[in-house]
T-cell receptor, first 118, second 111 residues
């Protein structure tokens, strides 16, 4: 398997523009996470999905952010309109919940998308 | 903030020495994980310790967990230059599948 795939790897845009980040999780994984990493705030969970359904979006900073998972192999994170403070590295991660295990399992991270909003 | 904290923030050691990083968290957990991040890359999973475990080993890694103190430590023995990276703990919140990441420790191993 190629691992978690994210695109684009780098995105530079101007304030006010719409930005769409894309993620392809590892095949067969049933959880998908979107994180944002900045020097000031560290790694923050934005939203996560289970079987394509959003479970917790409490980390989404505001209405300008939206995420979708139309099928098991694709998810998008959209920012509209973008602002300079959205500049960060955005990671997608996927995981397979171990059957009958309450202990959780490891997350597999993609390489990230470095977003710069001018 | 729900974010966990790690200390030290930065650590510089000589190759062959041991490196110890500490993590504190605020929530009730069902597991705690440690990840490594090389500069400009994604995070890579190192080890998972369950909330009912106190210590776990994997190769040169040793993790301890004290749920009464809401803290964990990661020990890397006989460090190598290739261990240079940032290390993060991630606390798995009980009752959810949500992980709260720590602020990270930047480890530099000098050859």
């Amino acid at each position: 398997d190629a691992g978690v795939i994210q695109s684009p790897r780098h995105e530079v845009t101007e304030m006010g523009q719409e930005v769409t980040l894309r993620c392809k999780p590892i095949s067969g994984h049933d959880y998908l996470f979107w994180y944002r990493q900045t020097m000031m705030r560290g790694l923050e969970l934005l939203i996560y999905f289970n079987n394509n359904v959003p479970i917790d979006d409490s980390g989404m900073p505001e209405d300008r952010f939206s995420a979708k998972m139309p099928n098991a192999s694709f998810s998008t994170l959209k920012i509209q309109p973008s602002e300079p403070r959205d500049s960060a590295v955005y990671f997608c991660a996927s995981s397979l919940w171990e059957l009958m295990s309450p202990w959780g399992s490891e997350q597999f991270f993609g390489p990230g998308t470095r977003l710069t909003v001018l | 903030s729900q974010q966990g904290e790690e200390d030290p923030q930065a650590l510089s050691i000589q190759e062959g020495e041991n490196a110890t990083m500490n993590c504190s968290y605020k929530t009730s957990i069902n597991n705690l994980q440690w990840y490594r991040q090389n500069s400009g890359r994604g995070l890579v999973h190192l080890i998972l310790i369950r909330s009912n475990e106190r210590e776990k080993h994997s190769g040169r890694l040793r993790v301890t967990l004290d749920t009464s103190k809401k803290s964990s430590s990661l020990l890397i023995t006989a460090s190598r230059a290739a261990d240079t990276a940032s290390y993060f703990c991630a606390a798995g919140t009980s009752g959810t599948y949500k992980y709260i990441f720590g602020t990270g420790t930047r480890l530099k191993v000098l050859a």
